[in-house]
């Protein structure tokens, strides 16, 4: 039989394609907004996605009602990370928006992290240590964002 031709145009998101249930995942939550289901290559064990059902490719192009959902559910599940039967001293809640950031699928996800000391996970960053001067400008430029924003 002769190779089946790709489609053309870009391949598809793979966490639309998990969604409609054409890539296989380890899932752990659904509701109508959002599922949760573990990363294929965890940084600890137990680590896994939130992600929202509408594709999303920006936090700009997500409805913040999924967004709070997407938190919400967060929180739930790192609740239960405390209480399952794993390794869980700790929990960190990670979204890389854009790819300066560092995000890699481009649809909004929300990872959860179960941390134990010594487990070797680490964000290499180093504080700087502007004066209070620059804090207070940097602090005015947000608020204007933000003021023009709510309008
Ligand atoms: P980010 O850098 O925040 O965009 O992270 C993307 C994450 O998605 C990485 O941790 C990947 O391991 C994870 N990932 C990519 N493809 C899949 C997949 N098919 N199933 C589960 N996790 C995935
Ligand atoms: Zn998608």
């Given at each position: 039989m002769p190779a089946m031709a790709s489609p053309p145009g870009p391949?598809?998101?793979?966490?639309?394609?998990i969604i409609a249930g054409r890539l296989e995942s380890s899932p752990v939550y659904e509701d109508d907004q959002v599922v949760a289901f573990l990363d294929i290559n965890p940084v600890t064990r137990g680590h896994l996605l939130v992600v929202p059902r509408a594709h999303a490719a920006r936090l700009s192009a997500l409805d913040p009602g999924t967004g709070a959902s997407l938190f919400a559910v967060?929180?739930?599940?790192?609740?239960?990370?405390?209480?399952?039967?794993?390794?869980?001293?700790?929990?960190?809640?990670?979204?890389?928006?854009?790819?300066?950031?560092?995000?890699?699928?481009?649809?909004?996800?929300l990872h959860v992290i179960p941390r134990v000391t010594g487990?070797?996970?680490?964000?290499?960053?180093?504080?700087?240590?502007?004066?209070?001067?620059?804090?207070?400008?940097?602090?005015?430029?947000?608020?204007?964002?933000?003021?023009?924003?709510?309008?």
């Open positions: 391949p598809p998101c793979p966490f639309c394609e967060a929180h739930r599940i790192a609740l239960a990370l405390y209480a399952a039967d794993l390794p869980c001293e700790g929990v960190n809640l990670f979204l890389a928006d854009g790819e300066a950031a560092g995000q890699e699928v481009d649809h909004v996800h487990d070797g996970f680490r964000i290499e960053a180093s504080g700087q240590q502007p004066g209070r001067p620059e804090l207070d400008a940097t602090a005015g430029q947000i608020r204007i964002a933000l003021a023009a924003d709510i309008g």
